[in-house]
């Protein structure tokens, strides 16, 4: 998450320093997926095609009973993104890529270097640190983000503590090759009373096992080997193919556990330092990536004098309600499938097949690649659009893609491609396929007047038709029109986040103006 946040700033042209107390870069897979929506935030800022590269897709997933009855099978091609499916990528590939990009930046992570205390004064926060050759420094910095993990000393400085609970089971994981023809691009998932196995395809020809072991004590955990491993997967799921050469296997208990706050002045917590939970799901690292793309671009603009302090507080209100409801969807999840009485287990896996009879799992696939996530009682955002004609994406809601093609400037190109490695606020003006020539000429100008704020504020009309201009984005197709769900004239102002931080319909410039003076004021300072 530090590498994240880190990356993201400096991108936005802010000065960072990053240090971790850890002498050199994790050498363990861990986190291994990377959802859809961390897939489009890569691609805003313009190096999704590293993690492309280095990953395998997996477009699903089968869900089993013993006797290998299939009870669901959910599917993401059918998701509206440019990447439907999950990327198995290990984590310490993921910390690679983002390091490198850093270094290209001229950020180096300071390893060996740990935080010691810090305290916090009106304009800025003093923290004590040692380095590896055991130099202590006292520094001032203007913010301090907290990506260290569970065990976070920043989280700790602060006086606060991950409240919650730890469920009682074992589980184990692995990363290893296996002898088998199924393909790579599902993953596969076993129920049973005798408890739970997930398979997920990673790269380098490996598969992430993990399965729960309720009757074994850490102990034993911690002394497994790839035989016992082998003979649980065979004994609970008749699955004969042979497992063998680890990289790694880990014993680990599960947690679900939350800090009361992200946010203490001037001071704030991302990632596992402020949220863990279990990994049913795969949501972690995601959700930590996340946290730290929502907070970089406002610190940024804070720091950079345009945007008041004040919207900094939306980072906590924002990202420790999507935390909390994640605890709340994911924790229950976990006991569920963790289930052992046979009677639970038969109404369990009769639920499943119904749900995917019913072909709700489209859904759930939205839900797990994270496209759902939203902030509608943001305090940074606004909706200003009547009930009886509401449609489209609201503010709070993620800015769709368009789903097709857009023209601009000539050049064919998804809505999203359009804001590849572009730092600024997104203004989206619809003019609306039913708009008089006078109207579409005001729409226009008022795309023009945004434009004296080009630091902030990139601009641009969407007409259903007319000469590829700048400033212009042409949806011949309607794939944008079709997106956002444009019957009349709209406008969307999309953050760098790719978030709908503005939204109105008919246009209120008016409205517009006083949002972006509220947030964004010409000469603000931090």
């Known amino acids: 998450m530090g590498l994240s946040v880190a990356l993201a700033l400096a991108q936005y042209g802010a000065d960072v320093r990053l240090i971790d107390k850890l002498a050199a870069p994790t050498d363990r897979s861990r986190a291994a997926i990377i959802y859809a929506r961390t897939l489009e935030l890569f691609e805003r800022l313009g190096f999704v095609e590293d993690f492309l590269a280095a990953g395998i897709r997996v477009h699903g997933a089968a869900v089993y009973a013993p006797n290998a009855l299939l009870l669901t099978r959910p599917n993401l091609d059918h998701l509206s993104t440019a990447y439907p499916f999950m990327l198995g990528l290990e984590q310490f590939e993921t910390e690679r890529l983002l390091t490198a990009r850093l270094a290209a930046l001229g950020v180096a992570v300071e390893r060996g270097t740990e935080l010691l205390d810090l305290s916090q004064a009106e304009s800025g926060v003093r923290v004590r640190s040692r380095t590896a050759g055991g130099c202590e420094t006292t520094e001032e910095f203007s913010y301090v983000v907290g990506a260290d993990g569970a065990r976070s000393a920043v989280r700790t400085a602060l006086g606060l503590h991950l409240e919650g609970e730890t469920l009682d089971a074992t589980w184990i994981t692995a990363d290893v090759k296996i002898r088998w023809d199924r393909s790579p691009d599902e993953a596969i998932a076993f129920l049973s009373t ?111 004098g345009r945007a008041r302090e004040e919207l900094l507080a939306s980072y906590d209100a924002e990202r420790h309600a999507n935390a909390k409801r994640l605890l709340h969807s994911i924790g229950p999840a976990t006991k569920l499938v963790n289930l052992r009485h046979p009677v639970s287990v038969e109404i369990r ?170 947030w964004h004021p010409a000469g603000t300072h931090s």
């Open 194 to 304: 005798e408890g739970f196995a997930f398979i997920a395809p990673m790269n380098d020809n490996r598969w992430r096992v993990i399965v729960n072991a309720p009757k074994m004590t850490p102990e034993a955990g911690a002394a497994i080997t790839m035989e016992d491993i082998q003979t649980l997967v065979r004994e609970r799921f008749g699955l004969d193919a042979p497992l063998y050469d680890p990289v790694w296997i880990s014993p680990f208990s599960i947690n679900t556990r939350l800090a009361p706050t992200m946010r203490i002045g001037r001071v704030f917590l991302a990632g596992d330092a402020s949220h863990v939970h279990s990994p049913v799901g795969g949501q972690g690292m995601n959700t930590g990536i996340q946290d730290a793309l929502n907070l970089a671009w406002k610190l940024a603009l804070v720091l950079q």
């Open 349 to 518: 896996n009769l639920a499943i097949r119904v749900v995917s009879q019913l072909g709700l799992t489209a859904n759930i696939a939205r839900n797990f690649s994270m496209l759902e996530v939203a902030y509608p009682d943001s305090p940074a955002v606004e909706d200003h659009r009547p009930r009886w004609r509401d449609c489209g994406p609201r503010a709070g809601e993620r800015a769709p893609d368009a789903g097709g093609m857009l023209e601009a400037n000539g050049v064919a190109k998804r809505l999203f491609e359009t804001w590849r490695g572009d730092p600024r606020l997104q203004l989206l003006i619809f003019a609306g396929p039913g708009a008089t020539a006078a109207r579409s000429a005001e729409l226009r100008l008022m795309a023009e007047e945004f434009k004296d704020r080009r630091d902030l504020v990139h601009a641009v009309w969407i007409p259903p038709s007319g000469d590829p201009a700048d400033g212009l984005l042409i949806d011949s197709e309607s794939h944008a029109y079709t997106a956002y769900d444009v019957s009349d004239e709209a406008c969307y102002l999309v953050r760098p986040d790719g978030y709908i931080g503005f939204r109105s319909s008919p246009v209120d410039c008016g409205a517009l103006r006083a949002y972006l003076q509220r």
